[in-house]
T-cell receptor
Framework: EAGVVQSPRYKIIEKKQPVAFWCNPI?????LYWYLQNLGQGPELLIR????????DSQLPKDRFSAERLKGVDSTLKIQPAELGDSAVYLC???????????FGPGTRLLVL | GDSVTQMEGPVTLSEEAFLTINCTYT??????LFWYVQYPGEGLQLLLK???ADDKGSNKGFEATYRKETTSFHLEKGSVQVSDSAVYFC????????????WGAGTKLIIKP
């Protein structure tokens, strides 16, 4: 069974530029998560989807971050404009349902210069 | 609210040594407990889990037992290898956290040949 797929794996951009990350969850997983992980720390939840509905986006900085999961399968996370402090690893995870085990993708490592 | 406390790292051991990484938690009810591992430059991988008291999770020679009486979920391995060098995260998920993962700070493990 294929795992969670994320692209790109690495991205280097200049500040104030836009950037987008893509995630394809494990087939059949209804719940999708986006996390931010700073160096040496645990993941921080940005947004959680149940199918195509964002059910928890309380930690998403909505002034510059946006996300979508239009058909309830793959998802895109966007930052516009990026700031230096956005440099981090962006992780996507999925689970069959909210109460079930989460499986993570390899992450996208973002560097903002 | 619910929380997870892990022993601070880095933990440095020689190959074939016995490993223990302590994890204790605070939670109401009966959360599920997890250990995730993150190898350098990679995403988080589920290592093992336990969903009820006295359950033992095991994988790749690692074990952890859900101890309700001591609110602990310590990770152990009898003989570590250089390839076990990684960051290990303890986490819980339960009703009180709306089934979102509550993470420990992570423990970096360094195995020397």
């Amino acid at each position: 069974e294929a795992g969670v797929v994320q692209s790109p794996r690495y991205k280097i951009i200049e500040k104030k530029q836009p950037v987008a990350f893509w995630c394809n969850p494990i087939s059949g997983h209804n719940t999708l998560y986006w996390y931010l992980q700073n160096l040496g720390q645990g993941p921080e939840l940005l947004i959680r989807y149940e199918n195509e509905e964002a059910v928890d986006d309380s930690q998403l900085p909505k002034d510059r971050f946006s996300a979508e999961r239009l058909k309830g399968v793959d998802s895109t996370l966007k930052i516009q404009p990026a700031e230096l402090g956005d440099s981090a690893v962006y992780l996507c995870a999925s689970s069959p349902g909210t109460k079930e085990t989460q499986y993570f993708g390899p992450g996208t490592r973002l560097l903002v210069l | 609210g619910d929380s997870v406390t892990q022993m601070e790292g880095p933990v440095t051991l020689s190959e074939e040594a016995f490993l223990t990484i302590n994890c204790t938690y605070t939670a109401t009810g009966y959360p599920s407990l997890f250990w995730y591992v993150q190898y350098p430059g990679e995403g988080l991988q589920l290592l093992l889990k336990a969903t009820k008291a006295d359950d033992k999770g095991s994988n790749k020679g690692f074990e952890a037992t859900y101890r309700k009486e001591t609110t602990s979920f310590h990770l152990e391995k009898g003989s570590v290898q250089v390839s076990d060098s990684a960051v290990y995260f303890c986490a819980l998920s339960g009703l009180n956290s709306n089934y979102q993962l509550i993470w420990g700070a992570g423990t970096k493990l360094i195995i020397k040949p």
